[in-house]
């Protein structure tokens, strides 16, 4: 059993029935992801019980600056070969040392942002980019499953190349997608933030950051849009106390920003304000939060957060201390590139909800999905049978 970043679990001398079936202390112990809060709690138990579904990030659709007009070649073909690898990996079987049994047919993608990549760049030039590598993310992924080269509905959120002060064309097109996405139920006032229901799974989608908390005067770098009381709102009114596990995904990464930071400290450019970050963890405490998925980093990471610190480090928290002590501990997961025009070290998430627990697994490439193959990692947590406070 190896581990990378004291997070990751590799199953590979175990089957997947014999990982999942194994207590939750042993995954504790282990350094995988906790055990303590029960995501089996909020789902019933059918004979399609298992919610599946795919993870990209940072597409960063790419336009040729020389000719504004039409994509960069290896943005066609990045993007377009990742489509291709996601439409055929159902019903194909994993390996056994990834976990082993058939990818199912997922429910959506969801999309970490960046979904182009000359949103944070003004001119004449950039502006008729913007609406070319817009344009091509929507023929090559579509929004339903029925309408573009993506076999399978698509959730984007905004990222810093999308609109980092929360306008632009893609901000303008995400806002109208979201009118007929299919199976929306919530979208914020400023139509930039919605969320869905995949059996008793709920979603939840808010953009670049999470915030903005009250009483912090300090201007943020990157415009949270709301999101934070969108979130707050969303889950009192469409999960409240029922116990159903929720899945949040935004953009900028969680770990750099996780840090101490007086209420009247000086603004410093970070891409995330420490306080919203702190008022993000609040949030989610009282609430069933399975995982919660970003980007930006274009690296693969995947930790426990407490709301603290960045990692708990060297010390072990108790499924008590992660249950009634004053630090819930959430699963974080940070995806690496999916199909960046330049570089051909990319990969996403394939997700597995049901009431036996979470399974996570990386799907990679090292030539822009020429070929591609499962990572030898499995992050799995076993559903506990506790419902949640």
């Not at 994509?71 to 040392?97: D, F, M, Q, Y």
Request: aromatic share 8%.
């Amino acid at each position: 059993m190896s581990h990378v970043d004291g997070s990751v679990v590799s199953s590979g001398s175990l089957s997947r029935r014999a990982f999942v079936a194994g207590s939750g202390a042993l995954l504790a112990s282990a350094g995988g992801l906790h055990a303590g809060r029960s995501l089996a709690a909020g789902l019933k138990r059918a004979d399609d019980d298992v919610v599946a579904f795919f993870l990209v990030s940072d597409t960063h659709f790419l336009a040729d600056k020389n000719d504004p007009a039409k994509l960069e070649e290896s943005s066609v073909e990045h993007t377009g070969r990742l489509v291709e690898t996601l439409n055929k990996l159902p019903g194909t079987e994993i390996p056994a040392r990834s976990g082993a049994g058939v990818v199912r047919k997922p429910a959506c993608v969801i999309h970490g942002g960046d979904v182009i990549d000359t949103g944070d760049k003004s001119g004449k030039v950039q502006e008729v980019m913007q609406r070319t590598e817009m344009a091509a993310f929507e023929k090559t992924m579509g929004l339903t499953g029925r309408d573009g080269g993506l076999d399978f509905p698509i959730y984007e959120v905004h990222g810093n190349h999308d609109g980092p002060g929360g306008k632009g064309h893609a901000i303008d097109r995400i806002i109208e997608r979201n009118k007929t996405r299919p199976g929306v139920t919530h979208v914020s006032s400023n139509g930039l933030h919605y969320s869905w229901d995949v059996g008793d799974v709920h979603f939840v989608n808010l953009g670049i950051v999470v915030g903005s908390v009250p009483g912090i005067a300090r201007r943020r770098r990157y415009a949270p849009m709301e999101s934070l009381d969108f979130l707050v709102k969303d889950l009192k009114e469409k999960v409240g106390t029922s116990g159903r596990p929720v899945i949040i995904t935004h953009h900028i990464d969680i770990a750099r920003y996780t840090v101490p930071v007086p209420d009247d400290a000086p603004f410093s450019d970070k891409e995330w304000d420490p306080a919203d970050v702190g008022g993000f963890h609040t949030a989610l405490e009282g609430y069933n939060v399975p995982a919660v998925f970003y980007g930006h980093t274009h690296g693969r990471s995947v930790w426990r957060w407490d709301g603290k610190s960045a990692a708990p480090g060297k010390e072990k928290l108790t499924d008590a201390e992660m249950e009634t002590g004053d630090r819930r501990v959430y699963d974080i997961f940070n995806c690496d590139n999916s199909a960046t025009p330049h570089g051909g070290q990319q990969a996403f998430f394939y997700v597995e909800l049901s009431p036996e627990g979470l399974t996570v697994r990386e799907y990679s490439t090292k030539d822009a999905w020429k070929t591609g193959f499962w990572s030898p990692l499995v992050w799995q947590r076993a559903g506990a049978a506790v419902a949640a406070t």
